[in-house]
């Protein structure tokens, strides 16, 4: 009995260990708060859920610990359908029509009865109870106007781009149909392709592809290169008619059953992880994060390790922003600029700075704060110091957003309506303003010979800085809140809040035009060229695109990060991202270049994420085996001893005198 009591945490630490090895996908917050869920849209910090009876319920994500409710709004009679954009949440509210809300207030209504809702820059797409889709203008959220109707059936939820509009129908054949809105008063079929099932439900489109989630044929992926010849190329079956979204090459298809995580990079899906759980057919994939909605609600942590990570810096809170240049890459913190050594792979300096953005040219740094712009010099790392500043407008505290330096001309980009500004900076210690445009709240800047590229949440704007004095050349309307751009000669990619990249046709600067967009997810923070691809970050980490046809753009490869990548610096085929602290990635083989020096990391394959698997189920076994075996010896060893003792207080008490103590034989 001594025995058995002994080994018994042994088994309870067995069992931890068999769990170890069977589960992957980790609760991280739940909440059954929320009842009924028709619809949910996740961003960043908030989701927002359609709930029934209950109306519009926004939660605050930044508070996991109590899921705490920002706003319960009744919006009248039965939301079915919901999304957000631009700070305004649009609700499908049945019978009630489409229901505006900002700021916990409703403030405008469309009455046609409604189920679902997308909305793509000022548009809202909206399926109406008789299944037809309407376009509605909600460019003053207050009295949204009918741009045009698409009298055809339909069903489930219409997913929008640009002005293509896809959607099932609803009659015996559930077709995937592509609706071309671009004159919205007469919107036309461009094209549709039959499912094959009985019962279709969720629908995504990234790049190419569009995806249904169906109950008889399980996931359908569908070609839609050419809109008006749509057709299947690949499918995989074992999952049902619930919600999908894409993101960073996996599908992630939730049904009444669960979660499942496939693998879609390839013409050939297969299934990488799954999650049982009744009663979630809606998903939402945000920051290596999967919500699960339906009878409650539900986090996951679904981040994946992924090909191509070399190594990383630790640092206190997130990074913000970093720049490379030789051994050195500046890394912006929480209150703190650090100059890590990439070769030794250690901090040589740090100041406190509470900054935006960095560029370094050789040993000049170039820092944008709130609210200044500074510029140092580190001949040595430990003697980083300030040569100079320039504030906009002593008067007022506006942050620096963006800025791109090239030459001795600093490119700023300001918050609200302090606007575009060109510095002189050849001599740091007297910084001059040459000239200034009004742009609000510029996200971002990128500089290419007498070209500046600038973003906000008009678009993309084109400021010809050949004279000191910049002047518009042309510009374009991105259809979600645009926040990073970069080009070359011919074309610009911008990206924007809705996870979307841009292709844009800058080959005449007066007219640009988009040529293509590619939805990828999350939220982009930085975009950069890598030779003829284009690299960005953000929500989702890092994605490397092909954007060769810019009307066929699709992602070649990624990295996701444990926390949003806000910054980021490619040199050669390595991206320098800051995420907590800074990471290395590889972005493609070349010659099997190796990690930085004096780091102890190791480049880890995704092809051989089984393997891995295999490596620790063999090791977690190894470990139980030696640990009962231990067990049973130390069992063996503790019965023996307490054998000899009681042996001994026997011999004691019947053959020797009672003045030996036990202790005599013990040993």
């Known amino acids: 009995l001594q025995f058995l009591y002994f080994i018994e945490p042994i088994m309870a630490l067995l069992s931890l260990l068999c769990v170890a090895a069977t589960a ?18 996740v961003t960043r910090d908030t989701a927002y859920f359609a709930a029934g009876v209950s109306g519009l319920v926004i939660l ?16 009248g009679k039965d939301a079915r359908g919901v999304d957000e954009v631009w700070g305004t949440v649009f609700v499908a509210d049945g019978k009630g029509g489409l229901v505006l809300v900002k700021q916990g207030t409703v403030v405008g209504r469309y009455p046609e009865p409604c189920t679902a809702v997308h909305v793509f820059g000022d548009t809202a797409y909206i399926r109406s109870t008789k299944g037809e889709i309407l376009a509605i203008d909600a460019t003053d959220a207050t009295t949204p106007k009918l741009l045009g109707t698409y009298t055809g059936g339909s069903t489930g939820k219409p997913f929008v781009i640009r002005a293509i509009v896809y959607i099932l129908s609803n009659d015996n054949e559930k077709k995937l149909q592509i609706i071309d809105f671009s004159n919205p008063s007469e919107p ?17 489109v990234s790049g190419t592809s569009a995806y249904v989630t169906t109950s008889s044929e ?37 049904d009444m059953d669960g979660l499942k995580i496939v693998d879609v990079s390839t013409t050939t899906p297969k299934l990488l992880d799954s999650y049982s759980n009744e009663g979630t057919p809606h998903v939402q994939v945000v920051r290596g994060a999967a919500y699960l909605a339906g009878v409650g609600f539900k986090m996951l942590d679904v981040r994946d390790a992924n090909p191509g990570y070399l190594g990383k810096f630790d640092q206190p809170g997130d ?17 703190l600029m650090q100059l890590f050594n990439i070769k030794k792979w250690r901090v040589d300096k740090a100041i406190k700075i509470e900054a935006t953005a960095v560029q370094v040219e050789g040993i000049t740094s170039y820092v944008a704060s709130c609210p200044f712009f500074h510029v140092y010099t580190a001949p ?24 791109h330096v090239v030459g001795t001309t600093a490119y700023l980009g300001f918050d609200h309506s302090e606007g575009f500004h060109m510095l002189n900076v050849t001599d740091p210690e007297d910084i001059t303003r040459l000239g200034k445009y009004d742009l609000s709240h510029v996200n971002g800047i990128f500089v290419l010979e007498d070209t500046a590229y600038a973003v906000n949440a008009e678009g993309l704007t084109l400021l010809n800085v050949a004279q000191s004095t910049p002047t518009l050349i042309g510009s374009v309307k991105i259809p979600a809140d645009a926040r990073a751009v970069t080009a070359n000669a011919t074309r610009a990619y911008v990206t924007d809040v809705k996870g979307s990249l841009h292709a844009v046709d800058v080959s005449t600067p007066s007219k640009p035009t988009i ?3 590619l939805v990828l997810g999350g939220t982009i923070e ?55 602290g800074m990471s290395v990635i590889q972005l493609w083989d070349e010659n099997a270049s190796p990690a930085p020096d004096g780091s102890d990391s190791q480049i880890e394959s995704g092809s051989g994420d089984d393997d891995d698997s295999k490596v620790l189920t063999i090791v977690l076994v190894v470990v139980a085996v030696a640990v009962v075996l231990g067990a049973a010896v130390a069992g063996v060893v503790f019965w023996h001893k307490n054998q000899v003792v009681r042996d001994t207080r026997v011999m004691r008490s019947s053959n020797y005198p009672s003045s030996r103590r036990a202790s005599d034989f013990s040993a």
């Not at 996908?25 to 849209?41: C, F, G, M, N, P």
């Not at 399980?218 to 995989?236: E, H, M, Q, R, T």
């Not at 980490?541 to 992602?555: A, E, S």
Request: proline share 3%.
């Open 526 to 580: 930085s975009v950069k060229m890598a030779g003829d691809k284009v690299v960005v970050s953000g929500s989702e980490g890092v994605q490397l695109i092909d954007v060769q046809n810019p009307l066929k753009m699709q992602r070649l490869d990624g990295y996701t990060s444990s926390v949003s990548v806000r910054g980021m610096t490619v040199v050669g085929n390595l991206a320098y991202t800051a995420d907590v």
């Open 60 to 75: 605050d994500l930044r508070k996991f610990s109590e899921m705490e409710k920002i706003y319960e709004i009744e919006t």
């Open 515 to 517: 040529l293509g967009s």
């Open 218 to 254: 399980g996931l359908l992926i569908f070609d839609v290169s050419d809109p008006s010849s749509p057709s299947l190329k690949a499918n995989f079956t074992g999952s049902g008619a619930g919600g999908v979204i894409v993101s960073g090459g996996n599908a992630y298809v939730s």
């Open 380 to 403: 040595r790392p430990w003697k980083l110091k300030v040569l100079g500043s320039y504030r906009a407008d002593p008067t007022q505290s506006h942050c620096v957003l963006s800025m």
């Open 24 to 41: 992957e996908l980790l609760v991280v917050r739940k909440t059954e708060a929320i009842d009924h869920i028709s619809d949910v849209r």
């Open 188 to 204: 036309v079929l461009r094209g549709s392709v039959n499912t094959g099932a009985t019962t279709v439900g969720g629908l995504y």
């Open 319 to 335: 990074a913000k922003a970093l720049s490379v240049s030789g051994d050195y890459a500046y890394i912006l913190g929480r209150g």
